[in-house]
Each structure stands twice: as structure tokens, then as C-alpha cells.
């Protein structure tokens, strides 16, 4: 684990992923340059699931190569976690409906319902990008000044 002036504990880190912020996923272009972009995420304890859509860039770039990094920063740069993981892509809405309804609630404070909700995500075109952290909590890179 890298530390800066200190490390944050499990359960820092666990409520600083429940926090309505922005995660900033790194993917890898075609050339090998990275591609990085903010998305809203929802963590379950154990993956973080993340909306797109089949037009971002990120998507044929994790159809090509599934590997991700992700950041999560406060704005004043005091806390900051980094996690490597692997992504898979659900097309299937039905499979991906409870977590885009996670992430919705979470940073909007409520979730439409599922048939509305449903919709939306079809005309947008919307996939969930679920990613696996490569490591245990423990051992990702975390730290606070």
C-alpha cells in the first residue's frame, strides 16, 4: 500500500466510495495512449458498476482490452484512492437495471422507476461497465494528507 501523510483505513475508504462523487476511469486507446474520463459509480462491496454508452470512447476501448484504472480524488486533494481492475461490459438491461437504479440514487438522490428508467437507458443506448478490482481493498494504493 503507498501512503502519503497517512493511510486511510478500510472503513475510510469504504465510505469515501459511498460518497456521491466521480470516478475517473482510465481505459487504453487503440494506439496505447490512455483514454481517461469521469463517470458516476456505484461500489457493492466487492465491484464497481459504471454507466456509459455503446457512443463514449471507453466502450470499444474495454471491448478491445478490458484492462482499467480507476481514481477517486477530493477536489481539495486530500484523500485519494487508485485501483486496477478488470472490466466486463452487460448489454443485457434486465441484468444491469438494479445497479444503473444504484447508481442513479446515489448521486441524485432518487431513481426514477424501472420501466422510465428502462427506457432512458435504451433510447441513450446505455451499457454497465462492471469492473473487478485486481487486488483486495487492503492493497489498493490509498492515502490522506
Not at 47 to 69: A, C, E, G, H, M
Not at 126 to 133: E, K, M
Amino acid at each position: 500500500m503507498t501512503t502519503g501523510q497517512g493511510s486511510m483505513t478500510r472503513e475510510q475508504v469504504e465510505q469515501f466510495l459511498a460518497e456521491p462523487r466521480n470516478i475517473m476511469v482510465a481505459t487504453i486507446r487503440r494506439d496505447g495512449r490512455p483514454q481517461v474520463t469521469p463517470n458516476w459509480f456505484y461500489w457493492d462491496g466487492s465491484r464497481f458498476y459504471i454507466s456509459t454508452t455503446k457512443t463514449r470512447r471507453k466502450y470499444p476501448n474495454l471491448k478491445r482490452d478490458p484492462r482499467v484504472q480507476l481514481v477517486l480524488d477530493e477536489p481539495a486533494g486530500f484523500r485519494t484512492v487508485l485501483i486496477d481492475g478488470t472490466a466486463e461490459i452487460w448489454e443485457d438491461l434486465d441484468r444491469g437495471l438494479p445497479y444503473f437504479k444504484k447508481i442513479t440514487e446515489k448521486h441524485r438522490g432518487s431513481a426514477p422507476d424501472d420501466a422510465t428508467l428502462r427506457e432512458r437507458l435504451e433510447r441513450e443506448q446505455r451499457v454497465l461497465v462492471v469492473i473487478t478490482p485486481d487486488k483486495p481493498l487492503d492493497q489498493w494504493t490509498r492515502w490522506a494528507r
